[in-house]
C-alpha cells in the first residue's frame, strides 16, 4: 500500500477545513444533528475526494449522507469559489464508523470492569 504523498495530505487538510465552513450551511435543514468531517482520503490522481463523515444527533446518518451526495454539485461549487485547487475533485460521501467502534469498544470495557469488581 502506498503511502501519500504530501501533495495528497496537504489537499486533504484544506478540503476538509473547507468543507468544515461550507457543510453547516447545507446542512440547515437538520439544524440538531451535529455533522463532523472526520478525514478525506484523496488518491493520487487528486481528481476524487472520500470524505468520511460523523453524525451525531436524532437525524438518519445515511439520510444525511444522502442529502449530501444530492448536494454535491452546489458543494463542489462552492469549494471551487474558496479553494484553488488545480482539480477540483468529485466527492463521495462516507460514513465514519470510528466513532461507533470506540464507543461499542469502550462499552466492553466499561462491563469488564464492572464484571470484575463484583466477582473479585
Same mark, same amino acid.
Given at each position: 500500500?502506498?503511502? #501519500?504523498?504530501? /501533495?495528497?495530505?496537504?489537499?486533504?487538510?484544506?478540503?476538509?477545513? &473547507?468543507? @468544515? =465552513?461550507?457543510?453547516?450551511?447545507?446542512?440547515?435543514?437538520? %439544524?440538531?444533528?451535529?455533522?463532523?468531517?472526520? /478525514?478525506? #482520503?484523496? %488518491?493520487? =490522481?487528486?481528481?476524487?475526494?472520500?470524505?468520511?463523515?460523523?453524525? +451525531? @444527533? %436524532? &437525524?438518519?446518518? #445515511?439520510e444525511i449522507r444522502g442529502h449530501l451526495e444530492r448536494r454535491t454539485g452546489a458543494i463542489r461549487h462552492r469549494l471551487a469559489a474558496v479553494? $484553488? +485547487?488545480?482539480?477540483?475533485?468529485?466527492?463521495? +460521501?462516507?460514513?465514519?464508523?470510528? &466513532?461507533? =467502534?470506540? $464507543? /461499542?469498544?469502550? /462499552?466492553?470495557?466499561? $462491563?469488564?470492569?464492572?464484571? =470484575?469488581?463484583?466477582? @473479585?
Amino acid at each position: 500500500m502506498r503511502t #501519500e504523498s504530501r /501533495r495528497q495530505k496537504r489537499m486533504a487538510s484544506l478540503l476538509r477545513e &473547507a468543507l @468544515g =465552513d461550507i457543510l453547516p450551511s447545507e446542512l440547515r435543514s437538520y %439544524p440538531t444533528s451535529l455533522v463532523s468531517v472526520t /478525514r478525506v #482520503e484523496i %488518491p493520487a =490522481d487528486l481528481r476524487s475526494a472520500r470524505v468520511l463523515l460523523s453524525i +451525531f @444527533g %436524532p &437525524a438518519e446518518a #445515511e439520510e444525511i449522507r444522502g442529502h449530501l451526495e444530492r448536494r454535491t454539485g452546489a458543494i463542489r461549487h462552492r469549494l471551487a469559489a474558496v479553494a $484553488e +485547487f488545480k482539480y477540483n475533485p468529485q466527492l463521495v +460521501f462516507a460514513l465514519d464508523s470510528s &466513532a461507533e =467502534d470506540v $464507543e /461499542r469498544i469502550s /462499552r466492553i470495557l466499561e $462491563e469488564k470492569a464492572h464484571d =470484575d469488581n463484583t466477582t @473479585g
